[in-house]
């Protein structure tokens, strides 16, 4: 059976990482000291990865320590009543190889919340993605 006009349906892979990079903006998901928090993000993607650069000592670098995060970017069009969301779960690490710096600063990519207090790249090695879209009236 075809799916219907407000239907959810499953991305595949591609689709969801092509809307990641469709979108400026996406939130991280976290737990700091002990509490879940969700901050959004510029971003990046590069070689599988997502990019985004933080401050230390702010609740993102705490974050980037080695630790599970999500990863969630969504468009949704209020006329239509349609829309997409991709979820990305995986391992947040502080980038510390030079010439991966190198190859994330060849990029036009500028933090929008003070870009000078950006010290540092944040990596998030997906494991997995996924997504789902409502289907639109034809």
Not at 85 to 90: D, F, L, W
Not at 101 to 110: K, Q
Request: with cysteine; proline share 6%.
């Amino acid at each position: 059976m075809d799916p219907r006009p407000g239907d959810l349906t499953a991305l595949d892979h591609d689709e969801c990482v092509e809307l990641l990079g469709t979108t400026s903006i996406v939130r991280i998901g976290f737990v700091a000291d002990g509490q879940p928090s969700v901050l959004p993000v510029n971003h990046l993607l590069h070689d599988g990865a997502i990019y985004f650069r933080t401050a230390p000592g702010s609740k993102l670098g705490t974050a980037a320590a080695d630790s599970q995060v999500a990863v969630e970017a969504d468009e949704g069009y209020d006329a239509s009543r349609t829309g997409w969301s991709v979820v990305a779960h995986g391992h947040a690490h502080i980038v510390t190889d030079q010439a991966e710096v190198e190859a994330l600063l060849s990029y036009h990519f500028e933090p929008w919340a003070l870009p000078d207090d950006r010290a540092f790249w944040v990596r998030i090695d997906v494991d997995n993605v996924s997504g789902r879209r409502i289907v639109p009236k034809r």
